[in-house]
């Protein structure tokens, strides 16, 4: 096959989709991603509303204790409240994430190139915040066991109830770490595949 | 821009210039993972409709906006395998009664000679022969029209080698 006939293959309708099928499957896409991106608006809404409402629990006890109900012994139970703020900057930080996410997009009136880059620097971005992450089990975990501890102390919990819990915990924190440190190692992947196809670029001697 | 005339804009676009995302899908991936990339390419071209400002022509926009997802393309986990299996219930299946269509296989050769090349080779190639010019490769790409003709030269005799090698395999 020499060059004219490959371009002429290359022009050819066996070189297009068939219109049917194409029209079913471009709206199906589309239609699955509408769909998918209503669900995660959903739960976000669903995981603000819950911690709201536990927030707000918290929140009347500190204002208007009932001394009767609400017996809180704040200089003994005081770890509870730095406890709570980790989940709202969890919620905070994914619904921000979702909406820049929304928003963002590789501008096209960069070269392919520059979007390369532009598209590394945000994985690395994504790396040290995976790492920032993990880093915050570290100040997570000791203050998780000094609200058992306390609840312990204040007779709020027996010794069945804290081991439970204590078991529970460990699960989750395991699960979590777990689950980032391997984000993070595929995110460095991603990170050496663009360096490499920037070496692709930048490696010739005129390409920039 | 509304939702109603994204969606407008999007039907327009994803009709008129099916090729295109054809091409690519064809040029970057094979099998299910061609599903997969072709969504990506789709969705892509969604998200990137209220970015356009008219300043080029709707086909370059495509250009830039398919090949960069193509480029910085990585199979889906997430739900992968229900994705896939999904859009392909979409595609029917080849008639097995029917002979090989010489062109269909011709054009299959040619895809997977491409799909050998270097990602960025790749994506020139595919570009020369939707037409572009080297000035337009360019500037698509970030690189020097000596750039692009070199790599252009050296991806078409790696591309007539590899079709000899897989036109002998076959007779």
Redesign the interface.
């Known amino acids: 096959?020499n060059?004219t006939e490959?371009?002429t293959?290359?022009r050819?309708p066996?070189?297009?989709?068939a219109a049917p099928?194409?029209?079913?499957?471009?709206r199906?896409?589309?239609q699955?991603?509408l769909r998918r991106d209503r669900g995660v608006r959903i739960c976000l809404a669903l995981a603000l509303f819950w911690l709201s409402l536990v927030t707000g629990r918290l929140v009347l006890f500190l204002l208007w204790p009932d001394p009767v109900q609400d017996r809180i012994n704040w200089s003994r139970e005081w770890a509870v409240v730095p406890f709570l703020l980790l989940p709202w900057f969890g919620a905070v930080g994914m619904a921000y994430r979702y909406w820049r996410r929304r928003r963002e997009?590789?501008?096209?009136d960069?070269?392919?190139?520059?979007?390369?880059r532009a598209?590394l620097e945000q994985s690395r971005d994504s790396a040290r915040r995976l790492r920032l992450m993990l880093g915050m089990h570290l100040v997570g975990v000791p203050l998780l066991a000094l609200c058992l501890v306390q609840l312990q102390d204040v007779g709020k919990t027996t010794g069945n109830q804290l081991t439970s819990m204590i078991v529970f915990m460990a699960a989750v924190v395991i699960l979590s770490v777990g689950g980032i440190s391997l984000s993070w190692r595929s995110q460095r992947r991603?990170i050496r595949?663009?360096e490499a196809?920037l070496l692709?670029?930048e490696g010739?001697?005129?390409?920039? | 821009m509304n939702s109603t005339e994204q969606?407008e804009r999007?039907d327009d676009w994803?009709?008129e210039h099916?090729?295109i995302l054809?091409?690519v899908a064809n040029g970057f991936a094979e099998g299910v993972d061609r599903q997969d990339l072709?969504?990506e390419l789709?969705?892509a071209v969604?998200?990137?409709i209220?970015?356009?400002r008219g300043e080029s022509q709707v086909t370059s926009?495509l250009f830039?906006?398919t090949?960069?997802t193509a480029?910085?393309w990585?199979r889906t986990r997430h739900n992968y395998q229900r994705?896939v299996e999904?859009?392909e219930a979409?595609?029917?299946p080849a008639p097995t009664d029917a002979p090989p269509?010489r062109?269909?296989v011709?054009?299959e050769q040619?895809y997977a000679a491409i799909r050998q090349l270097?990602?960025?080779d790749r994506?020139l190639m595919l570009l020369s022969?939707?037409g572009l010019s080297y000035r337009e490769m360019a500037?698509?790409?970030?690189?020097?029209e000596?750039?692009v003709g070199?790599?252009l030269n050296r991806a078409?005799q790696k591309l007539t080698e590899t079709?000899k090698t897989l036109?002998h395999e076959l007779d």
């Open positions: 096959m060059w490959l371009e293959l290359w050819s066996h070189n297009q989709p099928d194409w029209d079913r499957q471009r199906h896409v589309l699955a991603y997009r590789p501008d096209y960069r070269s392919l190139a520059g979007s390369l598209l991603e595949r663009l196809l692709d670029y010739t001697p005129e390409g920039r | 969606q999007f994803t009709r099916a090729a054809h091409h072709m969504q789709l969705l969604w998200k990137a209220p970015a356009f926009f830039r906006v090949h960069n480029l910085t990585r994705r999904q859009f979409l595609t029917p269509d062109s269909g011709q054009l040619l270097p990602p960025v994506s022969l939707d500037g698509v790409h970030g690189l020097t000596s750039n070199v790599r078409r079709l036109s």
